[in-house]
């Protein structure tokens, strides 16, 4: 399954797919115990991200959507969608091959806001 950013689309399924959820908590030692801090889970804090493969024309939709910080609609390799999302390209490189020559490679995060 491919996964979804606003009018773009994956080559293929993205590699390591992880939804790394805000919870803002803490372990703290203190002298002679610890300390716990407990601030809650944060739902808008969630974080989704993957390496993912992009034809050049999906690829600029892509890098579009991160150089103008618009918030976009993602669905995820099981078609679960998963509402507005930042785009955040973590980096990426051209990985063309010769059936597929103009192919790029992206480590993406998604940021719930």
Same mark, same amino acid.
């Given at each position: 399954?491919? +996964? %979804?950013i606003?009018?773009? &689309?994956? *080559? ?5 797919? !992880? ?7 803490s372990?703290? =030692? +203190?002298? #002679?115990? +610890?300390?716990i801090?407990? $601030? #809650?889970?944060?739902? &808008? #804090?969630e ?6 493969? *992009?034809?050049?024309? %999906?690829w600029? @939709?892509?890098?579009g959507?991160?150089?103008?910080r618009? $918030? ?7 078609? %679960?969608?998963? #509402? %507005? ?11 063309g @091959?010769? +059936?597929?020559?103009?192919m790029?490679?992206a480590? $993406? =995060?998604?940021? !719930?806001?």
């Amino acid at each position: 399954m491919i +996964i %979804n950013i606003g009018s773009a &689309n994956s *080559f293929k399924t993205p590699d390591g797919w !992880k939804v790394s959820p805000d919870d803002r908590q803490s372990r703290d =030692e +203190i002298v #002679g115990g +610890i300390y716990i801090q407990d $601030l #809650g889970l944060v739902d &808008n #804090g969630e974080t989704l991200s993957c390496q993912a493969i *992009f034809d050049s024309a %999906n690829w600029a @939709t892509v890098k579009g959507y991160w150089l103008a910080r618009t $918030l976009v609609d993602v669905t995820d390799p099981d078609g %679960n969608d998963m #509402g %507005n999302r930042r785009v955040v390209v973590k980096d990426y490189t051209r990985t063309g @091959t010769k +059936i597929h020559p103009h192919m790029y490679s992206a480590t $993406l =995060e998604f940021w !719930k806001l």
